[in-house]
C-alpha cells in the first residue's frame, strides 16, 4: 500500500509540474521572407539552461520559459538580437533582416518590436 502511494504521489507531482511550464512557437525567417534555418533560441536569464534550435522551415518550440524571460537569438549574421517574452505569448515571429519581433496570442497579433542591441 506504502509503494502504491509513493507511486501516486510522484505521478500526480509529475502532471502538476509540466502543467506550469509554456510553450512558445517561433517562426525566424531571413530576407524575403526565406526560413532561417540553424538559428539558436537561448532564455538567458534562466537558472537552468532553457534554449532550442530552429528546424529547415525556422520553426522552433521553446518550452518551460516565463513572462519578462530575455531571449537571445543566436545565427551567422550581424547582430544578436534580444527581446523579452510578453504575458500569454503562443507564437513569435522574428525577421531577422528587417530586425522586428512580432508577438502573438491565439493568432492574433499582441505587440511587434525592434530588436535590443
Known amino acids: 500500500m506504502k ?10 507531482s509529475g502532471i502538476s509540474y509540466s502543467q506550469k511550464q509554456s ?3 517561433f517562426n525566424v525567417l ?4 526565406s526560413p532561417a534555418p540553424g538559428v539558436n533560441i537561448i532564455v538567458k536569464n534562466s537558472s537552468t539552461t532553457i534554449g532550442t534550435q530552429t528546424d529547415l522551415n ?12 530575455l531571449i537571445e537569438i543566436s545565427y551567422l549574421g550581424p547582430t544578436s538580437p534580444n527581446f523579452s517574452l510578453v504575458k500569454s505569448v503562443d507564437s513569435i515571429a522574428i525577421n531577422l533582416e528587417k530586425q522586428i519581433v512580432i508577438y502573438y496570442s491565439k493568432n492574433k497579433k ?4 525592434r530588436f535590443q542591441r
Open 3 to 12: 509503494i502504491f502511494f509513493i507511486i501516486f504521489i510522484f505521478f500526480f
Open 23 to 25: 510553450k512558445v512557437k
Open 30 to 33: 531571413f530576407a524575403k521572407n
Open 58 to 69: 525556422g520553426n522552433a518550440e521553446l518550452f518551460g520559459s516565463k513572462e519578462n524571460d
Open 110 to 113: 499582441l505587440k511587434k518590436v
